[in-house]
């Protein structure tokens, strides 16, 4: 069956941190990705990335998809406690197992 | 314009039993998508509805059913209750069909099975 694998699991870093969060899949008919945050409660939706090489951002937040690779990654700048939840990324309706990021002030 | 909402948002079951689950998607959303979220196998597809039909199905047995009616509301009924099906379900709203698209996720039905 197609996976989406996210890595890493789970990342611990300190208020002004960069951090990058790792998404690959392995799908044939690809459509779109997207990138969704979860904190206590349902994801919210963050980005669709459909192109590969194009940047998306959204204030500190910045995703990009590398189709030849097949996989993507989610920027956050200048982290921020309120940024700690869990970053998930789906091909279509497959999700990985998420990123936990903790963000220490 | 109101989120996505579900009901009832917790539910405590006994092993055998049925359960109907219930979402009212975003107006003007035609989609309607569940999912189930378990700590150990995360979130994992269970169907998608779109006019009052299912257009993808994921790999749960057939206890798992559903069905959307014309005003875009969805239902989602397990039968016969395993301790295993205890989880968050979750249905998500989208514009258009396909899970491909930018869904918006309600606040989830918290189901425990005794």
């Known amino acids: 069956e197609d996976k989406v694998v996210q890595s890493p699991l789970s990342l611990v870093v300190h208020e002004g941190d960069t951090v990058t969060l790792n998404c690959s899949y392995e799908?044939?008919?690809?459509?779109?990705l997207l990138w969704y945050k979860q904190e206590k409660k349902a994801p919210t939706f963050l980005f669709m990335l459909?192109?590969?090489?194009i940047e998306k951002k959204s204030g500190r937040l910045s995703s990009i998809l590398d189709k030849k690779e097949l996989s993507s990654i989610l920027n956050i700048t200048a982290t921020q406690t309120g940024d700690s939840a869990i970053y998930l990324c789906?091909?279509?309706?497959?999700f990985g197992a998420g990123t936990r990021l903790t963000v220490k002030p | 314009k109101a989120g996505v909402t579900q009901t009832p948002r917790y539910l405590i079951k006994t092993r055998g039993q049925q359960v109907t689950l219930s979402c009212s998607p975003i107006?003007?959303?035609?989609?309607v998508s569940w999912y189930q979220q378990t700590p150990g196998q995360g979130l994992q597809f269970l169907f998608e509805?779109?006019?009052?039909?299912?257009?993808n199905k994921g790999n749960f047995p057939g206890r798992f059913s559903g069905r959307q009616f014309s005003n875009s509301r969805s239902e989602m009924n397990v039968s016969t209750l395993e301790l295993g099906d205890s989880a968050l379900y979750l249905c998500?709203?989208?514009?258009?069909?396909?899970?491909?698209?930018?869904?918006?996720f309600g606040p989830g039905t918290r189901l425990t099975v005794t």
């Open positions: 998500a709203s989208s514009l258009t069909v396909g899970a491909a698209y930018e869904q918006y």
């Open positions: 107006s003007g959303h035609r989609s």
């Open positions: 459909t192109s590969s090489g």
């Open positions: 799908v044939t008919n690809f459509r779109s």
């Open positions: 789906a091909q279509d309706a497959r």
């Open positions: 509805y779109f006019s009052e039909t299912q257009r």
